[in-house]
Every structure is written in structure tokens, then in C-alpha cells.
């Protein structure tokens, strides 16, 4: 910096965009617009991960196994069936009555990250 030159005072500045009409965000605006973009990126990333990208299609496979899923709530049933996508573990109702190489009627869901299998209606095994 040259002898005798001043840098512009904060004063000078402000005074500067008063002049012009320029009104500057506060820390609060940041704030609300990070937290409102925050909150919508979130919904929209939940929202592409439930949507389904079609229409359920019925697809059958056999059951291999069966295993339980423990939650908050109690214990689920769940069949091991090999269908044409490979293994996957599937929740059936507590009275189906499926035994081990039994076909077993699937619907299948496309989602974000594959696919989501459920228990096909009335009767899943045959």
C-alpha cells in the first residue's frame, strides 16, 4: 500500500451501500434459507428412494429358507427365495403356510437402488 493512501473504512462502505440501495442478507436470512434448502434436499432424496420407477409385476420363486426379523414392534416371518435376481429375503404373513422348495408367488417393486419383493395375495405358496 502507497504512503498517505487509505483503505476504505467500514463507515465508507456502508455509507457507500446506502447510497446504492444495496440491503445485505443477515446471519439469520443465511440461516433459514441453509436450514429451508437442507430440509428440502432431504425430502427430495426420500422421495426418490420410496417412489417406485413402475408398475408391480408377479413373479414366483422358491422358498430355500425361513428366518425372523426382530423389531421394536415384535417378530416378522420372513422366506429365503431364490428367484431369477437371486436370494432375497422376503416378509410372508404369520399364517402362510410354505415349506422348503415351495413355489412362492412374489411382487416385485422397482426402486432407487432395485428392487423390493413382498408377499403376493390371496396365497403366496402354492
Same mark, same amino acid.
Do not use: N, W
Given at each position: 500500500?502507497?504512503?498517505?493512501?487509505?483503505?476504505?473504512?467500514?463507515?465508507?462502505?456502508?455509507?457507500?451501500?446506502?447510497?446504492?440501495?444495496?440491503?445485505?442478507?443477515?446471519?439469520?436470512?443465511?440461516?433459514?434459507?441453509?436450514?429451508?434448502?437442507?430440509? !428440502? *434436499?432431504?425430502? %427430495?432424496?426420500?422421495?426418490?428412494? &420410496?417412489?417406485? $420407477?413402475?408398475? @408391480?409385476?408377479?413373479?414366483? !420363486? *422358491?422358498?430355500? %429358507?425361513?428366518?425372523?426379523?426382530? &423389531?421394536?414392534? $415384535?417378530?416378522? @416371518?420372513?422366506?429365503?427365495?431364490?428367484?431369477?435376481? %437371486?436370494?432375497?429375503?422376503?416378509?410372508?404373513?404369520? $399364517?402362510?403356510?410354505?415349506?422348503?422348495?415351495?413355489?412362492?408367488?412374489?411382487?416385485?417393486?422397482?426402486?432407487?437402488?432395485?428392487?423390493?419383493?413382498?408377499?403376493?395375495?390371496?396365497?403366496?405358496?402354492?
Amino acid at each position: 500500500m502507497k504512503q498517505g493512501s487509505r483503505a476504505p473504512s467500514f463507515v465508507s462502505i456502508r455509507r457507500l451501500k446506502a447510497e446504492l440501495g444495496i440491503v445485505g442478507l443477515h446471519g439469520g436470512a443465511i440461516r433459514l434459507l441453509l436450514g429451508v434448502l437442507l430440509i !428440502g *434436499a432431504g425430502g %427430495g432424496l426420500l422421495i426418490a428412494f &420410496t417412489l417406485s $420407477g413402475g408398475q @408391480p409385476t408377479v413373479v414366483f !420363486g *422358491a422358498v430355500q %429358507g425361513f428366518g425372523l426379523r426382530e &423389531t421394536d414392534y $415384535g417378530t416378522y @416371518p420372513l422366506a429365503r427365495v431364490q428367484t431369477e435376481d %437371486g436370494v432375497v429375503m422376503v416378509p410372508i404373513s404369520r $399364517g402362510a403356510t410354505c415349506a422348503v422348495g415351495d413355489r412362492i408367488k412374489l411382487v416385485r417393486r422397482r426402486s432407487l437402488l432395485g428392487y423390493r419383493y413382498s408377499q403376493g395375495l390371496p396365497r403366496a405358496c402354492e
